[in-house]
């Protein structure tokens, strides 16, 4: 029943995805060679003229002996050569041994299947993968070598080693290179900036990778696309971008305030990713007392971190001081102790409050 539900999901899903496309404006076909044998690979373009995805329509045989099975399929890869998704004519459906059709289960399995760039299919070769002795079981799990049949039993359905070897190698061969190289041929301001507001996440990672350089600098134009991908839904690319970006760019005051903003509204793993950064900035004054603030509002192990961010300013306002310093005498001991070890370094503090450091008792 989950198998089904993913599958349905999983056409829905297609079904909304080609009708955003309906109104292509343009393909263009580009004939490719894999294995001494010639294709043609089809990029298409929305109505804006900005291309979308690529597809391929594939007829081949899946067998290595004379009781072979033709299979007509499309296969759709993104702008990067990322495999999406497959389509079958509704006359010629995929089959398994003894001719029975893929079941929705199984169409979903193979989907999975698909979807795994990192199969263990691609560690083997056919001719490896199956027992030569075997008779009249070619496309069968059965017929998997001893040595590798639990190993690949998951990656593979019953009744369709074949199907699901060939066509992953299909999907993950030679063409999401020739794809990769294309999309490259066309890339422009326009279409990064599509990149970097895309849902993808393979789209967010190569467009930063083509609009930030080695010491964290952003091409001009791309700054706001990029700054707005900390405040994203994708924690992976918004971590990304903080620990990539040049610490120049939140010099002022108020880019400094809307990082704390930003801070607040981040996940764990991002906060923490944040603090590390800031720490390495010279922080205004109003920014330092938000932070201050805001401390009772972090766990043990990030308000143990603020206060090192903290402790990294040269100058703390006489208020931060003060309210810091109101630690020392609060009920929670463990905050005390981390008010006062990480405190007593700061110079500011020594100076201004050197009698209640040095009659503090943890």
């Known amino acids: 029943m989950i198998s089904m539900l993913r599958y349905g999901l999983s056409l829905l899903m297609s079904y909304v995805w080609l009708a955003s496309v309906q109104a292509q404006s343009a393909r263009e076909s580009y004939t490719l060679t894999e294995q001494g044998e010639t294709y043609e690979l089809v990029l298409v373009f929305d109505?804006?003229?900005?291309?979308?995805?690529y597809f391929r329509d594939v007829f081949t045989p899946v067998c290595l002996d004379n009781v072979c099975k033709p299979v007509r399929i499309k296969l759709f890869w993104d702008l990067l050569g990322n495999y999406l998704r497959y389509e079958v004519p509704k006359a010629e459906p995929l089959t398994k041994l003894d001719h029975k059709e893929f079941t929705p289960e199984d169409h979903s399995k193979l989907q999975e299947i698909l979807l795994n760039e990192n199969s263990l299919l691609k560690d083997f070769k056919m001719e490896d993968l199956v027992d030569s002795t075997s008779q009249g079981l070619s496309d069968s799990v059965d017929a998997i070598t001893g040595a590798t049949k639990n190993t690949v039993k998951g990656e593979v359905i019953e009744g369709a080693l074949y199907t699901c070897y060939t066509l992953w190698h299909l999907a993950h061969g030679t063409t999401p290179g020739e794809i990769l190289k294309i999309?490259?041929?066309?890339?422009?301001?326009?279409?990064l900036h599509h990149?970097?507001?895309?849902?993808?996440?393979?789209?967010?990672?190569?467009?930063?990778?083509?609009?930030m350089d080695t010491e964290g600098l952003v091409r001009a134009g791309f700054l706001t696309d990029v700054?707005?991908?900390?405040?994203?839904?994708n924690v992976f690319a918004a971590r990304r971008v903080w620990e990539r970006i040049n610490l120049s760019y939140f010099a002022t005051d108020k880019m400094q305030e809307q990082l704390w903003r930003v801070f607040d509204r981040s996940p764990y793993m991002q906060q923490v990713a944040m603090l590390k950064k800031i720490s390495e900035l010279s922080l205004d004054s109003a920014v330092v007392l938000q932070i201050v603030d805001y401390l009772p509002q972090l766990n043990q192990a990030l308000f143990k971190q603020a206060l090192s961010v903290l402790a990294s300013q040269e100058t703390l306002s006489k208020a931060a001081q003060e309210k810091l310093m109101a630690y020392l005498t609060a009920p929670d001991k463990e905050r005390a102790r981390a008010v006062y070890e990480v405190m007593k370094q700061h110079k500011q503090i020594r100076?201004?409050?050197?009698?209640?450091?040095?009659?503090?008792?943890p």
């Open 351 to 361: 100076e201004n409050f050197n009698e209640q450091l040095r009659t503090y008792k």
């Open 183 to 191: 999309t490259q041929s066309k890339l422009n301001d326009a279409l």
């Open 227 to 233: 700054l707005t991908l900390l405040e994203s839904d």
């Open 195 to 211: 990149f970097l507001r895309s849902d993808n996440y393979h789209y967010v990672y190569f467009a930063l990778g083509e609009v």
């Open 47 to 53: 109505a804006g003229n900005q291309p979308v995805y």
